[in-house]
């Protein structure tokens, strides 16, 4: 059934027994990423003893995911307004289920994902995060496998079913579930002012400060993150890591006080010993190993995003 058939009044499509898990993709022109996902769930949901939805939010102003053929399980929704937040918020809206699950749409869940997200949900966990791991269609550069291992990875030291809320640095709203009510706590759950990325990261900072919600490890939830050449580069990492560094200053800021004024001026001047630091090393090791000195080259350039951090691009 494709998404034509079933257009705007989602309420005539909907099944009359609720699901007890919502799972929200946001995607953006990656029709071609979609059938095997989808493929992926459906053989999943067959598995599970429980009602399942996918709310695919498509994020793109033209619709460009409409026409893309999808089981009776997949809601389409479209969001015009770009920004992932936005996509997550109307996800969240859209969705029935006790507990939400959100998954990019360049993720492919691997064997028992779906299981694993339900025994933790029936566990009565409230906020829960699943491992990652990069999937490669092509071979990336020997010098950039490390870093890009790191961007695209998610492996925590931490117990099966174990407390991260002290790792949340390192969590990510792709592949993670939500109780509603948790969901509820931050109206909306994500904050638009980091439609350019971080959304995730403030929600938790709120989440764990304001509200004391335990987030939990499930590393058997697995998925694997398809990283295409175009992403497989050392452009690619620079910007990803300049933004990271760009991320961590705006989240202090917007924590606001005098407080977030310190903890910003702080990382200020830890991006500042970076950027010289790591900067001069990636000089003096390029001679010796290509791989070390990308790594202190990284480095300094998340020095530099903490020092131009009021710069960070972001849509309304």
């Given at each position: 059934?494709?998404?034509?058939?079933?257009?705007?009044?989602?309420?005539?499509?909907?099944?009359?027994?609720?699901?007890?898990?919502?799972?929200?993709?946001?995607?953006?022109?990656?029709?071609?990423?979609?059938?095997?996902?989808?493929?992926?769930?459906?053989?999943?949901?067959?598995?599970?003893?429980?009602?399942?939805?996918?709310?695919?939010?498509?994020?793109?102003?033209?619709?460009?995911?409409?026409?893309?053929?999808?089981?009776?399980?997949?809601?389409?929704?479209?969001?015009?307004?770009?920004?992932?937040?936005?996509?997550?918020?109307?996800?969240?809206?859209?969705?029935?289920?006790?507990?939400?699950?959100?998954?990019?749409?360049?993720?492919?869940?691997?064997?028992?994902?779906?299981?694993?997200?339900?025994?933790?949900?029936?566990?009565?966990?409230?906020?829960?995060?699943?491992?990652?791991?990069?999937?490669?269609?092509?071979?990336?550069?020997?010098?950039?496998?490390?870093?890009?291992?790191?961007?695209?990875?998610?492996?925590?030291?931490?117990?099966?079913?174990?407390?991260?809320?002290?790792?949340?640095?390192?969590?990510?709203?792709?592949?993670?579930?939500?109780?509603?009510?948790?969901?509820?706590?931050?109206?909306?759950?994500?904050?638009?002012?980091?439609?350019?990325?971080?959304?995730?990261?403030?929600?938790?900072?709120?989440?764990?400060?304001?509200?004391?919600?335990?987030?939990?490890?499930?590393?058997?939830?697995?998925?694997?993150?398809?990283?295409?050449?175009?992403?497989?580069?050392?452009?690619?990492?620079?910007?990803?890591?300049?933004?990271?560094?760009?991320?961590?200053?705006?989240?202090?800021?917007?924590?606001?006080?005098?407080?977030?004024?310190?903890?910003?001026?702080?990382?200020?001047?830890?991006?500042?010993?970076?950027?010289?630091?790591?900067?001069?090393?990636?000089?003096a090791t390029l001679p010796l190993s290509e791989?070390?000195?990308?790594?202190?080259?990284?480095?300094?350039?998340?020095?530099?995003?903490?020092?131009?951090?009021?710069?960070?691009?972001?849509?309304?």
């Amino acid at each position: 059934m494709a998404f034509a058939d079933k257009d705007l009044d989602t309420a005539a499509v909907r099944p009359p027994l609720a699901p007890a898990l919502s799972i929200v993709v946001p995607t953006f022109r990656r029709a071609d990423l979609l059938p095997p996902l989808f493929e992926a769930v459906a053989a999943q949901i067959a598995a599970l003893d429980l009602p399942v939805e996918l709310v695919l939010v498509d994020n793109s102003p033209e619709g460009s995911a409409r026409p893309v053929p999808a089981p009776d399980f997949v809601r389409y929704i479209h969001e015009p307004r770009t920004g992932v937040a936005h996509a997550r918020n109307r996800g969240v809206a859209e969705a029935r289920g006790g507990h939400v699950i959100f998954l990019d749409d360049d993720e492919l869940p691997a064997s028992g994902w779906l299981s694993a997200f339900a025994d933790a949900a029936a566990r009565g966990d409230r906020a829960v995060f699943g491992a990652v791991e990069p999937l490669y269609p092509e071979d990336p550069p020997p010098a950039l496998r490390a870093p890009l291992d790191r961007v695209f990875s998610r492996r925590l030291p931490a117990a099966p079913g174990t407390e991260v809320q002290h790792l949340r640095a390192y969590l990510g709203s792709g592949n993670s579930m939500f109780s509603r009510d948790t969901l509820a706590l931050v109206d909306p759950p994500f904050d638009t002012s980091f439609n350019a990325g971080g959304e995730d990261v403030w929600l938790f900072r709120r989440l764990v400060d304001r509200h004391g919600v335990p987030m939990i490890w499930r590393p058997d939830a697995l998925v694997q993150e398809i990283v295409p050449p175009r992403r497989a580069t050392m452009a690619f990492l620079r910007a990803r890591r300049f933004s990271d560094g760009q991320l961590r200053c705006k989240v202090e800021s917007d924590a606001g006080g005098i407080r977030g004024a310190a903890r910003v001026a702080l990382w200020m001047a830890v991006g500042a010993a970076q950027l010289g630091l790591f900067g001069l090393a990636a000089l003096a090791t390029l001679p010796l190993s290509e791989a070390r000195s990308v790594r202190f080259q990284l480095s300094a350039v998340g020095g530099l995003g903490k020092l131009l951090w009021w710069r960070r691009k972001a849509s309304a």
